[in-house]
């Protein structure tokens, strides 16, 4: 069998892989700072490499579709967790910087003085999940493809570092840019983001049949971006019913 | 207290920040993950994962809206 179709199949699958987790490493990193984002990043790969090492094919036996679930399921609740705040705050509920305040009251509780160094525990663990699940995706395509024999795996192996090696170089040129973008606009992107890829994960796993598959990433996106609309609306209405009240009763 | 309750504590708020919105997504994506068993047409299922955490994401911001002016 020719190894030039073998890496050219690892590295145009593991592109999308590598591309969708870039999405939400860069999204993370432009608000949460790099220094987290990245670092969840890396050491996700270093654990997935490390893994490979140490099992090696005996992943294949492994079911996907638990990873799916399992790091899906994580990512849903993270996800809501993270665009629920986001709607919040453009509603007006909770403050702009309310999580630097948080972090701060808990900084001081815990006695610590780590945060002076940047280092940021959401944006890891976020970086982490989005590279794990993905990377895995990356693993499995790659023992799919090498499938075949030993000789096989490395071109696909080849074909998904030299994908890795692109969607490294492309964040760094796209990275400033985005600083551009208003800190609460990023957040609330993300939180759109990170539901979406959630609930298509945990779906995969546990068995349906998305429509146009890996295409109905763009139709959740879409559809958590007009839920969360819909909700900062609603929000601002409550809200400002609830400042109507509390007026009237101060006037009467 | 010690370092790993901390630690507990840390990555527990990483995902929780309000219990009763974090169990309701959870529970919901348990009901969903057993559902195919059920045998419904697996993408009404697809529609019927997000449509109900779409539903707890609007309760849960109007809910705290709310708790926000009580």
Known sequence: MQVGPLVMAGFLASLVECVEA????????????????????????????????????????????????FVGGLLVIFGLRWLRKAILRSAGVIALHDEAAAFAAEKRRMGTASGS?????????????????????????????GAGGAGLTVAASIGAVAALVVTVATGIIVHRPLASIPENLLKFIVG?????????????????????????????????????VTAVRLCRVTRQKGLDAVALGKAS | MNWASVLLQTIWRLFVDDGAFALSAAAWLAFMWQLPAVGLNPIWNCGLLFFGLGLILVHGVLRRTKDHHH
């Open chain 1, 22 to 69: 870039l999405t939400i490493v860069l999204a993370v990193g432009s608000t949460r700072g790099w220094r987290g984002s990245v670092s969840g990043s890396v050491v996700a790969i270093v654990v997935l490499i490390l893994i490979v090492g140490a099992f090696g094919r005996a992943l294949e036996q492994v079911p996907i579709e638990l990873v799916q679930i």
């Open chain 1, 117 to 145: 160094s940047g280092w940021d525990l959401v944006a890891f663990a976020t970086s982490f999940q989005i590279t794990m699940l993905e990377g895995a995706e990356v693993v499995f395509i790659v023992l799919g493809i």
């Open chain 1, 192 to 228: 759109v983001l990170l539901s979406a890829f959630g609930t298509f994960w945990f779906g995969e796993g546990a068995g349906m049949l998305w429509p146009g598959t890996e295409w109905s990433l763009a139709g959740l996106t879409l559809g958590y971006l007009l839920v969360a």
